[in-house]
C-alpha cells in the first residue's frame, strides 16, 4: 500500500500542484473511520512528502465535508479567508488559503474524500474541478 500511496501523492501532485492533501474514506455513522494526510516539502525542485498522523472525526464536525457528502459533487473554495461559511481553520499552524475537495463514491454512495490544499489563495478554481473529478469515481 506504501508504495501505490506514494505514486498516488505524486502522480497527484504532478496534475494539480498543493502544499497538502487528505485522503479519506468514511463508515456507515459518517464518521471519518481513515485519514491520510500529507504535506509537500521541497528540497532544491523535488517535492518531498511527508505523512503526517491519521484521525478519526464525524464529517458533520467540518462544515466542508458535509457539503461535499450531500452535494456529492466537487467544491472548490479559491480564497477559504473570504469563505466563513463551510470554511473551518482546524490547524491555524498550517495556512491554507485555497482548497478543492470530491466525494470519493462507490455505487453511488459517498465512501470518502479527497481534498487539496494550497497556501496561496486562488491556487484552485473551478477549472481544476474536472481534473480532481477524474478521482472521485
Sequence with gaps: PEVFLH???????????????????????????????WSIAYSGQ???????????????QIPIFGELYGLRKPLVIPDTRKEDTLWVDTYPAVPIHSHIGTPLTTNQQV???????????????TNHLSTLQLFSH
Design 7 to 37: 505514486t498516488f501523492r505524486t502522480e497527484l501532485y504532478h496534475l494539480l500542484p498543493y502544499d497538502s492533501a487528505n485522503l479519506m474514506f468514511i463508515d456507515d455513522k459518517e464518521d471519518i473511520i481513515f485519514n491520510h494526510s
Design 46 to 60: 523535488t517535492p518531498l512528502i511527508k505523512s503526517h498522523p491519521p484521525s478519526v472525526r464525524n464529517i458533520r
Design 111 to 125: 465512501t470518502g474524500f479527497l481534498n487539496l490544499n494550497h497556501m496561496n489563495p486562488n491556487a484552485f478554481n
